[in-house]
C-alpha cells in the first residue's frame, strides 16, 4: 500500500511538472518538421521545396487519378508537413531518396555537394570529368563530383572561397538563389510531362510544359530525336494529346515521347523521354463497390464500373426499401457480357428498373440485356439514339419516357426527376431530396486529371444553358431539397454539393466576358484544336474542385455560341447587352412559365411507327419572355422575390422602381391582379429589358 501511495504520489508531480512546461516546449514538438533554420541557412526540406515549386510538380493528393501509382513517403515526413508534398512529389520524381533508414531528415542542413548532386540531376545537366580546380577536391565524394565538376565548369556553382570548394558545409540561401537564377537564365528549363509515368492506365492524356517563359516545345512520338522541325507543342493548338487503346491495339502499348524546349538567346534543353505504359483487357469482368449502406429512410448506393470500358463510365445501383433502380447501362457490348447477371448475382435484393441517365454508348451498351423482364426508362429525346442497340422494334416498345416532373418512389426515399439537356437532349437528373443525393450521369463532373476530361455541352446555346442549370439547381432546393453527394458518369468518387457553384461560374465566366472567358480545349485529338472551352479550377491542384466544360465551336470563329435573337450576343462585345433575367425565384407563389425550346424537333422510326419528338421543355423561365403569370395563393399577401441577372455585370436592377442587388431577396405585398415590374440596365449602359409578372390569386 505504501509503495502504491509512493507510486501516485511520483505520477502527481511528474503530471504538475509536465501542465507547469512553457508552452513553447509544445510548440516546438507539434512543429518540428516546420522547423526552418536561421539566417542564410537552408534546411534539405526548404531547398527541395524550392525545386518542387519551380518544376511545378503535382502532389498525388491533390488531383483525382484512379489509376496514379501508390504515394511514396519517407518515415520522416508526413505529407501535411511544411514543404511536405513538395517533398513527396520530389521523391515521385526520383530527385531525391530516403536513407538506410527511411528517412529524408527534412530539418538538416544540405552540404553543397548534395546540393550540387540534386541541381545537376533535375536540370539534367550531363556529369563532367572535368576535376574542378579547389585544393579540397579529394574531400568531394565520388557520388557528387561529376555534378560539382559539371556546376562549376558551367560556371552555375562556384566554391566557398576561390580554393576551396567546402563540399560539406551547409550551402546558403542566397547561394541557392544564386545557382538557380544562373542555370535558368542559361539554359531552357527541361520539358517536363504530366500525367506521371508511374501508373498503368487504359488512355492518359499528355501535357508537356517547361517552366522557362517563351521556351517553345518540339516533340516527337516515334522514337526519333526531337529537333526545331519535330511538332510544336502547345496546349491551345494541341491541348492534352489522347493516347488510347483502340480495339486493334488491346491489351497494350508502349508510348514514348522524346521532348526538347528551345529559347532564343539560351542553350536548348536536354532531351527528355517520357514512357507511358497502357493497358485495357478485351474483355474484363463487371466490379461494384457499395457506396453508402442502405437505411430505412435512405438507399444503398452501389457504383457499377468495367475497366475493358475505354472511356471507364460509371453506371449507379440504387436500392431503397421496395425496389431498386440502375441508373446508366455502361458500354460493354449486350453480347460479351450480361450486367443484368451480375447485378441479380451480386448486388439486387429487391426488383429494380433500368434508367438511362442519356443516350450516349457508353451508358447504354448494356440496355438489351433487361428487355425481357425490367422496365427501361429512356427520355424520349434520346430514343433514336437508343435504337442503335435496342434495334428490335418488339423491344423499343417496352421502352418508358422519362421526364421532369416524374417521381419515383423507392421506399424509404423518392427519387424526383429533372431534365437538364446540353451535353446531350435526353440528359435527365434523378434527386433524393431527403438524403441530397443527386444522380447526374454526363451532365456534371468528368473531374478526373490525367484522363483531361470535359463536359461537352454543345446542344444548348451556352446562355440558354446557363439559365436551365440555375432553374434546376434552384429546382433542387425546393420544398427543403438537399444536396450531399453528386454521383456522375464519370468520376468513381462522389463530388460535393460546392462543384454545383463551380459549375454554375463556369459558364457565368462566358457570359460576364464572353469570348474572354474561354480557353482551349484539354482534349487534344478528341476535340478539334482550340476547341472552344471555359474552365474554373486546375485539373492538377484542385482535386474533383474544378470543371472544364467544351462550348460550341472554335476560339475565335463566328460559330454561334451565345444566343443571336432577337439581341445578337455573339462577336465582340455582344455580351455587354445581356438586360434579361437567367433565373428568377419566387417564394410564396408559383410561376407559370414557358415552353422553351433548344433545337428543332425530331422524327424517327421508333416501334415500327415514326415518331416526332421535340426538344423543349415546358413551364419554364424563358430569358426572352417578358410577361408572366404568378399564381398565389388567396392566403398570402406577400411575395418573396429573388432575380438573377444573366450576367453579373449589369448596371441596375429595379423592382418596381426600387434598386435591388444581384440575387438579393425583395419582398413585395401583392393582390390579385397587381402587376410587379424588374427593370434591367445591361453592362453596356444602354440596352434594357422590362418583364412584367401579374399576381392571380387562386
Known amino acids: 500500500m505504501l509503495r502504491n501511495l509512493k507510486k501516485s504520489k511520483f505520477f502527481l508531480m511528474l503530471l504538475i511538472a509536465v501542465m507547469l512546461l512553457p508552452s513553447s ?49 519517407f518515415n520522416d515526413v508526413k505529407t501535411t508537413d511544411q514543404y511536405g508534398k513538395e517533398i513527396e512529389a520530389a521523391y515521385e520524381e526520383g530527385i531525391i531518396n530516403p536513407d538506410t533508414e527511411g528517412n529524408f531528415n527534412p530539418n538538416n542542413e544540405i552540404s553543397r555537394q548534395d546540393a550540387a548532386v540534386i541541381l545537376a540531376n533535375v536540370f539534367k545537366i550531363t556529369e563532367s570529368d572535368n576535376a574542378a580546380k579547389f585544393s579540397d577536391y579529394e574531400s568531394i565524394s565520388q557520388e557528387a563530383r561529376g555534378s560539382v565538376n559539371a556546376l562549376v565548369e558551367w560556371g552555375f556553382m562556384s566554391g566557398r572561397t576561390p580554393d576551396l570548394f567546402k563540399p560539406n558545409e551547409p550551402i546558403k540561401r542566397s547561394e541557392v538563389d544564386k ?29 508537356l510544359y ?72 478485351v474483355i474484363d469482368e463487371f466490379q461494384h463497390k457499395l457506396i453508402k449502406e442502405k437505411t430505412s429512410t435512405s438507399p444503398a448506393v452501389y457504383q457499377l464500373y468495367n475497366d475493358s470500358e475505354s472511356v471507364r463510365p460509371m453506371a449507379w445501383y440504387i436500392e431503397g426499401q421496395d425496389k431498386g433502380i440502375l441508373f446508366d447501362a455502361l458500354q460493354t457490348r449486350a453480347d460479351a457480357k450480361n450486367l443484368k447477371e451480375y447485378i441479380d448475382e451480386n448486388i439486387a435484393k429487391k426488383p429494380y428498373s433500368v434508367v438511362v441517365g ?83 450521369s454526363d451532365i456534371y463532373g468528368c473531374t478526373r486529371a490525367g484522363s483531361a476530361d470535359n463536359v461537352a455541352v454543345m446542344g444548348v446555346k451556352t446562355d440558354l444553358f446557363l439559365s436551365l442549370v440555375q432553374q ?80 460550341p465551336g472554335i476560339k475565335g470563329d463566328n460559330t454561334e455560341y451565345l444566343t443571336s435573337s432577337p439581341i445578337n450576343y455573339n462577336g465582340q462585345d455582344g455580351f455587354m447587352k445581356y438586360s434579361v433575367l437567367s433565373n428568377i425565384e419566387i417564394e410564396g407563389g408559383k410561376l407559370v412559365g414557358k415552353t422553351v425550346q433548344w433545337a428543332q424537333s425530331r422524327s424517327f422510326t421508333w416501334a415500327g411507327n415514326t415518331i416526332s419528338v421535340n426538344n423543349s421543355l415546358p413551364n419554364k423561365f424563358d430569358p426572352w419572355s417578358y410577361v408572366y403569370t404568378i ?45 410587379i415590374t424588374i427593370d434591367i440596365i445591361a453592362p453596356d449602359k444602354v440596352t434594357t429589358s422590362t418583364y412584367t409578372f401579374t399576381v392571380d390569386k387562386k
Open 179 to 207: 545557382i538557380f537564377n544562373n542555370i535558368t537564365s542559361k539554359i531552357v528549363t527541361p520539358v517536363q510531362a504530366l500525367p506521371k509515368q508511374n501508373a498503368v492506365a487504359p488512355r492518359r492524356y499528355v501535357k
Open 472 to 551: 434546376t439547381y434552384s429546382n433542387f432546393k425546393k420544398d427543403g431539397g438537399k444536396i450531399t453527394q453528386i454521383f456522375t458518369g464519370h468520376d468513381e468518387s462522389s463530388l460535393e454539393a460546392s462543384h454545383l457553384g463551380i459549375y454554375e461560374a463556369a459558364l457565368q465566366q462566358v457570359i460576364d466576358k464572353g469570348e474572354a472567358g474561354t480557353t482551349p480545349t484539354l482534349r487534344g485529338n478528341n476535340d478539334a484544336p482550340n476547341s472552344r472551352t471555359t474552365i474554373i479550377g486546375d485539373m492538377w491542384k484542385d482535386g474533383t474542385n474544378w470543371v472544364a466544360i467544351k462550348l
Open 210 to 281: 517547361t517552366p522557362t517563359p517563351g521556351a517553345t516545345i518540339y516533340y516527337t512520338t516515334d522514337g526519333s530525336e526531337p529537333t526545331t522541325s519535330s511538332k510544336v507543342y502547345t496546349v491551345e493548338s494541341t491541348g492534352h494529346i489522347n493516347e488510347m487503346l483502340n480495339n486493334s491495339q488491346l491489351p497494350e502499348r508502349t508510348v514514348v515521347y522524346k521532348a526538347i524546349a528551345v529559347k532564343d538567346g539560351m542553350v536548348t534543353s536536354p532531351v527528355q523521354t517520357f514512357t507511358w505504359h497502357l493497358y485495357r483487357p
Open 631 to 675: 399564381e398565389v395563393p388567396k392566403s398570402n399577401d406577400s411575395l418573396t422575390l429573388i432575380p438573377t441577372t444573366m450576367s453579373t455585370m449589369v448596371k441596375s436592377i429595379r423592382i418596381n422602381g426600387k434598386k435591388v442587388d444581384y440575387r438579393s431577396r425583395t419582398t413585395i405585398p401583392v393582390s390579385d391582379g397587381s402587376v
Open 25 to 73: 516546449f509544445y510548440a516546438s514538438t507539434q512543429n518540428e518538421n516546420k522547423k526552418v533554420l536561421k539566417g542564410d541557412l537552408m534546411s534539405k526540406a526548404e531547398f527541395v521545396g524550392k525545386i518542387s515549386t519551380y518544376f511545378a510538380w503535382p502532389h498525388p493528393s491533390d488531383y483525382n487519378d484512379i489509376w496514379k501509382a501508390p504515394l511514396k513517403q
Open 358 to 440: 442519356h443516350s450516349h454508348g457508353d451508358h447504354m451498351a448494356q440496355a438489351p440485356n433487361f428487355a425481357d423482364d425490367h422496365d427501361i426508362y429512356v427520355n424520349e429525346r434520346g430514343w433514336a439514339s437508343i435504337s442503335s442497340v435496342l434495334n428490335h422494334p418488339e423491344d423499343q416498345a417496352k421502352v418508358k419516357n422519362i421526364d421532369e416532373g416524374d417521381i419515383i418512389d423507392i421506399g424509404g426515399s423518392k427519387l424526383h426527376v429533372y431534365a437538364l439537356p446540353g451535353h446531350d437532349h435526353s440528359d435527365i437528373i434523378l434527386q433524393d431530396k431527403q438524403n441530397g443525393l443527386i444522380f447526374a
